[in-house]
């Protein structure tokens, strides 16, 4: 007889990690399964001669839950915060341009004119309403603002969170809060507003966090944890059903017999997995696509970098014609990344925009990389340190259509009782809301 189990969670990214860590929690039989020879997914932390790299996700943003999840596992004392007032910049004709945060700096900032200016303070005194159809990020800024906002400050902002087209994502999958606030208030500022005077539960304010030894810190706590609950290594082949209440799931560790399978997987995996048995859903999941991202940190001495390096970083307009997508300041922002002063940046190339620069070789990265960050970062002398981490499937993109093929995705699921999905195509790429997602997916299986 093969291995029982009550729930097998298919993959060890921060999904199924903190999916597999809710289920033991509560006390059931879970078994995480593995295919790549660590966990955490994109989250991997690497020091190397005085540096600290991030090979993923560069930082975190907390919400109530990962402040709790932090707290259980230990952790709370090895995070360390980006300074709160750390200045954003926007390169704009080779100039970086500080990104007004305030209402003060707003119109004192020449960056945006005032006819964009106007179109933003007028908002909460004017009516609109949204498309019945689905409709892009890129088109809702036109509609309700102007192309500058969308050009300068909107379209690199949606790069630096999806590396997406903001001409295809959908605004509300992919800002879902926005969406509603126009739907129901004709306004966002108002909708917004009212939406917080409705809200119940805990209410914590976002800050931008990493740990003391990088964000790796995470998925190896919620493993060390997890102890012989996860199996690292193991390749699943196929899921069948087994009986009307269980599943059977073949790996190259052998078999093994569940009540339930979580598939915290990315799109592709989980379409190949489901198709025997959920053909609708698997070709919805097959239809999400991804952007392709090459993350490349450059480490300087600090003698070689004449700008003060005094905030988060840049983001690039698409019209500002290099390929850097946005330049992360990681030694600005955090201890520990660099040792003697000296400076680390990461920046991103590649996107759904740029998808080509995936095919470079490493050091034609390097070389791009190095010459985009040359005039914002005054540079005199060039890296004295690089990384190199390609991921053709970097992040899902929600584009149009995405609610709808969500929705196909659940529908044809509720047919097949015991089988749940969890991931960042579903409620968010942050690292907070995958986290989320996961608990709730193993709060919500009920065990026989």
């Known amino acids: 007889m093969p291995p029982t189990h009550s729930v097998i969670v298919i993959g060890a990214g921060i999904s199924g990690l903190a ?7 509560r006390g059931c039989d879970v078994l995480a399964l593995e295919a790549s020879d660590f966990p955490g997914g994109m989250i991997r932390s690497v020091e190397e001669n ?52 305030s209402p003060g700096s707003f119109l004192a900032s020449s960056l945006l004119s005032w006819a964009t200016k106007f179109s933003i303070l007028r908002e909460p005194f004017s009516k609109s309403v949204p498309p019945e159809d689905d409709e892009s990020i890129a088109a809702f800024v036109r509609r309700k603002f102007t192309p500058e906002l969308m050009e300068l400050l909107v379209g690199p902002f949606v790069s630096g969170i999806y590396a997406g087209d903001p001409e295809k994502i959908s605004l509300r999958t992919a800002f879902p809060t926005i969406h509603e606030a126009e739907k129901t208030a004709g306004s966002i500022v108002r909708g917004m507003k009212g939406a917080t005077k409705n809200r119940t539960g805990q ?43 269980r599943f059977a799931v073949t790996s190259t ?27 609708a859903a698997a070709s919805a999941l097959s239809q ?4 392709p991202v090459a993350v490349v940190s450059l480490g300087f001495s600090e003698a070689d970098v004449a700008r003060n390096l005094d905030g988060f970083g840049f983001l690039v307009p698409r019209t ?9 300041w ?37 070389e791009q990389a190095s010459k985009d960050v040359d005039a914002p970062l005054e540079l005199i002398l060039g890296p004295q340190i690089s990384k190199v981490s390609k991921y053709p499937r970097a992040i899902p993109q929600y584009n149009l259509g995405h609610t709808t093929r969500l929705a196909a995705i659940a529908e044809d699921l509720a047919k097949i009782p015991g089988l749940y999905l969890t991931g960042n195509y579903l409620k968010g790429p942050s690292i907070g809301a995958c986290v989320e997602h996961a608990q709730s997916v193993a709060e919500s299986i009920r065990i026989s």
Request: glycine fraction near 8%; aromatic fraction near 6%; charged fraction near 20%.
């Open 320 to 328: 500002a014609g290099i390929r850097t997508l946005g330049t992360i």
């Open 203 to 245: 209410r914590v304010k976002s800050t931008l966090v990493s740990f003391r030894h990088g964000n790796q810190a995470l998925p190896d706590a919620l493993a060390a944890k997890l102890g012989d609950s996860l199996r690292i290594g193991v390749q699943v082949s196929t899921i069948a059903r087994a009986s009307d209440r």
């Open 50 to 101: 005085g540096y600290l790299f991030e090979t993923g996700p560069q930082s975190f943003s907390t919400t109530a839950q990962l402040n709790e999840l932090i707290d259980d596992l230990g952790l709370a004392s090895e995070l360390v915060t980006a300074p709160a007032k750390a200045p954003r910049y926007i390169l704009v004709n080779g100039e970086l341009r500080t990104v007004p945060l």
């Open 288 to 291: 999400i696509e991804y952007a």
């Open 253 to 279: 560790a052998g078999q093994f017999d569940a009540e339930h399978v979580v598939f915290a997987t990315p799109t592709n995996v989980a379409a190949e997995l489901l198709r025997p048995i959920a053909e």
């Open 330 to 366: 990681n030694s600005s922002l955090f201890p520990n990344r660099s040792d003697h002063g000296d400076v680390l940046v990461t920046s991103f190339l590649g996107g759904a925009t740029d998808p080509e620069a995936i095919r470079l070789s490493d050091e034609a990265l390097i």
């Open 19 to 25: 999916c597999a860590y809710r289920l033991k929690k």
